[in-house]
T-cell receptor
Framework: SQQGEEDPQALSIQEGENATMNCSYK?????LQWYRQNSGRGLVHLIL?????REKHSGRLRVTLDTSKKSSSLLITASRAADTASYFC????????????FGKGTRLSVIA | KAGVTQTPRYLIKTRGQQVTLSCSPI?????VSWYQQTPGQGLQFLFE???????NKGNFPGRFSGRQFSNSRSEMNVSTLELGDSALYLC?????????????FGNGTRLTVT
């Protein structure tokens, strides 16, 4: 069953604009991870943020985590056509020895 | 370093048949997880193996089984295939088991059941 839910389901922006995707989850977590998937291929790990962290950066990516609201956001700045992909958040429950559970993803289209 | 390799890339089977999918993890990775991806259900967890032992199992019927070998390579088997088993099956490896280790995915096996 899905733990995280991404919002919006689909997003279309112009090249150079910023893209923000949100993820909400239900139970207490150990960490939250974001992945990217290009059409028909495997997922690529982008960033991991732990429950005691509030913000992390990696290149043009910025991830925030608000455990009180059980939500996270992924910001991609100065988007490029190559950023076109589906983006998934994935969570690990705090209870331990549990697998990574993925949301259904946000489909991002960056128009050149 | 070679990535996660899944074979075959595409597979077409008939209802009632069985299928075996193979996954070779990144060298040195001892944990392998399997996921099923469909448009309707998204990514659903199937199994997780570490050092030949199943650590976790998702909510799938007993027709779905897996194993891991001593070289960390993994296989999953689906018996008595149903139309609803059509999906992209993704394998992922990580250095160790546990939540702090990011998953490295293969490009999947696209299974079509007719």
């Amino acid at each position: 069953s899905q733990q995280g839910e991404e919002d919006p389901q689909a997003l279309s922006i112009q090249e150079g604009e910023n893209a923000t995707m949100n993820c909400s989850y239900k139970t207490s977590i150990n960490n939250l991870q974001w992945y990217r998937q290009n059409s028909g291929r495997g997922l690529v790990h982008l960033i991991l943020i732990r429950s005691n962290e509030r913000e992390k950066h990696s290149g043009r990516l910025r991830v925030t985590l608000d455990t009180s609201k059980k939500s996270s956001s992924l910001l991609i700045t100065a988007s490029r056509a190559a950023d076109t992909a589906s983006y998934f958040c994935a969570t690990v429950r705090y209870s331990g020895n549990t697998p990574l559970v993925f949301g259904k993803g946000t489909r991002l289209s960056v128009i050149a | 370093k070679a990535g996660v390799t899944q074979t075959p890339r595409y597979l077409i089977k008939t209802r009632g048949q069985q299928v075996t999918l193979s996954c070779s993890p990144i060298s040195g990775h001892r944990s392998v997880s399997w996921y099923q991806q469909t448009p309707g259900q998204g990514l659903q967890f199937l199994f997780e193996y570490f050092s030949e032992t199943q650590r976790n199992k998702g909510n799938f019927p007993g027709r779905f089984s897996g194993r891991q070998f001593s070289n960390s390579r993994s296989e999953m088997n689906v018996s008595t295939l149903e139309l609803g088993d059509s999906a992209l099956y993704l394998c992922a490896s990580s250095l160790v088991a546990g939540s702090d280790s990011p998953l490295h995915f293969g490009n999947g096996t696209r299974l079509t059941v007719t």
